[in-house]
């Protein structure tokens, strides 16, 4: 009964946390050696993982007492464990593969679920519709199209549907591979002779996902092949799922039949995310790494950082410069985390750098940003650099003036301020600054 117990815990806080916590390696290090009226008497090998359990005993404690519905103590001693007596190896036949190998050959990552997938306005649309295909593939929406910036979670989205239909039948042919690798293996299989091999891969498939599926534009033979293995596919009752950057109408150099055959299910935008779902994907990161953060510091994490593949560098940044000092993050770690970035920023980027950004952006050059041309081609670049000039580098509207060679520091005050009223007003034009900026060092 005790190693059932204990194997049933396991699997249910593996299934809810996945593997990635260091508690879990911990977990796996324990074994149970009694059930007393007490409560539950844990063993390990060794004192290192005794004293580590140990600090973390009243959540395992919580844990333990919430799966088996009445409360538990938990104690650990060092025991070595009893040596099982030598069973037969099993017949090669029924070797069944873990669920973590059925996930990696079918290309999909452990930490992208619809558990940890947090959902707010600029989502819920798309969130909707792959739960809806992950439930009755191939008839919901088929293809189901998902499109927008980076970071915004359509890989995610896309990994969560094929992860649903493997949990529920382990053999079914699911894949989910990149629009780059899809196009290479093409490439191969031409230099070895084993195309049937490769339609073979590609064509009997239950769930096919396409990630970046605009990079397969403009090349002829990739199209060509795709346009049959989405036939196939979709003909045999399988679903077909594809991301991109940008909706199909926008896809240059796509041909017209892909073109509408990706326009024939379901196209979902995905929004940046807004401030309310940044500060979930903190608290999601946190919970998932066991890090303690409160709701209020996570919304500090959330305002500084609009980038939400940077949410969790930024979370485990201030968590390094925390561990061993304090249990949880606090309002004057992150505060000084992100001061420090600030000056760091300052010391790293020169007006220079900013303005050959802006000028690289907006493909204008250098010599007409600081020229005289008052055409809006130009002046509204010119007005972008003066912004970033002042909030990037604090610069004073006289010394942004004399770089750019304007009489009147007015002017700087003028462009400035017509830049700060955009970037509120315009979501769109925020991004596109976004990118100006990222493309800086402006890096811890």
Same mark, same amino acid.
């Given at each position: ?287 998932? +790494?066991?890090?303690? %953060?409160? &709701? ?6 959330? $305002?500084?950082?609009?980038? @939400?593949?940077? !949410? ?105 301020? +017509?830049?700060?009223? %955009?970037? &509120? ?6 991004? $596109?600054?976004?990118?100006? @900026?990222?493309? !800086?060092?402006?890096?811890?």
């Amino acid at each position: 009964m005790l190693p059932s117990l204990w194997s049933g815990f396991l699997n249910s806080f593996k299934k809810v946390n996945g593997e990635t916590p260091v508690i879990v390696s911990i977990l796996k290090q324990l074994y149970p050696v009694e059930l007393t009226e007490g409560g539950l008497v844990l063993g390990c090998e060794n004192a290192g993982v005794k004293m580590y359990t140990e600090r973390k005993i009243k959540e395992l404690e919580g844990l333990l007492s919430l799966h088996l519905k009445s409360k538990t103590r938990v104690s650990i001693v060092v025991q070595p464990k009893k040596q099982k007596a030598a069973q037969p190896p099993a017949p090669l036949f029924s070797f069944q593969p873990s669920m973590d190998d059925v996930f990696a050959r079918a290309g999909l990552h452990t930490k992208y679920r619809f558990e940890n997938f947090a959902v707010s306005s600029t989502n819920n649309v798309a969130f909707a519709a792959a739960q809806a295909v992950a439930k009755n593939i191939g008839v919901s929406y088929n293809p189901l199209f998902l499109y927008g910036g980076v970071g915004v979670g359509k890989t995610h989205l896309a990994q969560s549907v094929a992860r649903v239909v493997l949990e529920k039948n382990p053999n079914a042919n699911v894949l989910f591979c990149p629009g780059d690798r899809f196009t290479n293996e093409l490439i191969e299989s031409f230099q070895d002779k084993s195309t049937a091999r490769f339609r073979k891969k590609y064509r009997n498939l239950s769930v096919l996902a396409i990630d970046d599926i605009q990079f397969i534009a403009g090349k002829l033979a990739v199209q060509e092949e795709f346009f049959h293995t989405f036939n196939t596919v979709v003909s045999s009752g399988g679903q077909i799922i594809l991301t991109s950057d940008r909706p199909p109408h926008e896809i240059k150099n796509l041909e017209d039949r892909l073109r509408s055959r990706f326009s024939g299910g379901l196209i979902v935008d995905i929004q940046a995310p807004d401030f309310e779902l940044r500060t979930a994907i903190v608290l999601i990161k946190a919970r998932e +790494k066991e890090i303690g %953060l409160s &709701i209020e510091a996570a919304k500090v994490i959330a $305002e500084q950082v609009s980038d @939400t593949r940077a !949410l969790e560098g930024a979370l485990l940044s201030i968590y390094a410069k925390t561990l061993g000092k304090e249990e949880a993050i606090g309002l004057d770690d992150i505060e000084g985390f992100f001061q420090q970035k600030d000056e760091r920023k300052k010391q790293r980027v020169s007006p220079h750098d900013i303005i050959r950004a802006v000028c690289s952006y907006y493909n204008v050059r250098q010599s007409q940003i600081k020229g005289p041309d008052r055409a809006e081609r130009l002046s509204f670049p010119r007005q972008i650099v003066m912004f970033l000039l002042r909030r990037e580098l604090g610069l004073k509207y006289e010394e942004i003036a004399l770089m750019l060679k304007k009489k009147d520091h007015t002017t700087v005050l003028h462009g400035s301020d +017509k830049i700060g009223a %955009l970037l &509120i007003k315009n979501p769109a034009f925020k991004d $596109e600054l976004d990118r100006i @900026t990222n493309s !800086l060092s402006l890096s811890p």
